[in-house]
């Protein structure tokens, strides 16, 4: 994620679009460009939301273990005044 959003912004900013790969010996016409332009800022977005909700579900799952620990607490704490 971190190498794609860097890519992105390297050519966002540079208004910079490769024209060729030589690595792998592919030129890329004008409309080439557009699709790897779109297919990157749709790899980011799809890294985004990803991120998004796996923190989403971290964030339920420990606001539940608080909630959790919270009650064991205070059962334990009714139990040793009573008794």
Do not use: C, H
Not at 48 to 59: P, T
């Amino acid at each position: 994620m971190l190498g794609f959003s860097l890519a992105a912004l390297m050519v966002s900013t540079t208004k910079a679009v490769p024209t060729q790969v030589s690595a792998i010996g592919v030129s890329l016409t004008l409309e080439d460009q557009r699709v790897v332009l779109l297919g990157l800022a749709v790899l980011i977005a799809y890294f985004v939301l990803a991120f998004s909700f796996y923190g989403m579900k971290d964030i339920v799952a420990w606001r539940k273990s608080i909630s959790f620990s919270d009650r064991t607490t205070r059962n334990r704490r009714k139990k040793a005044t009573r008794g």
